[in-house]
């Protein structure tokens, strides 16, 4: 079975897809394919890395800047992306590791 990639919710999808600059949109759209391709077990650096407690986040880089959407994961091979950002500083801001956090715990006691 192939993995599948959904969004948190609406705000999310349309923040990343469409707020995103194009070149960081690109390069996200790219690194989702190779997700789906060759399964997340298959990437790792540069495109993916873990934060531990069952949070993800994707790394994409482009002239424009760099972007980071955070996500986790769920049964049946399904990747929900909880949030997204555009890196302003050398460390993720920390509100939103804790919103993917918050939104993480949502989705598994809903799950």
Known sequence: ???KIE???TKVMKSILEEWPVGIRAKFSET????KEFGL???GMPHVKALGQGLFEIRVKAAEGI???LFCTIKDKVIIILN???KKTEKAPQKE???AK???REVKDNG
């Not at 989702?32 to 997700?35: C, E, F, P, Y």
């Open 41 to 43: 077990e298959n990437i």
């Open 32 to 35: 989702a394919k190779l997700i």
């Open 7 to 9: 969004f948190y919710n």
């Open 67 to 69: 972007g980071r959407a």
């Open 97 to 99: 590791i804790d919103l």
């Open 1 to 3: 079975m192939r993995w």
């Open 102 to 104: 918050k939104r993480m």
């Open 84 to 86: 997204g950002f555009i």
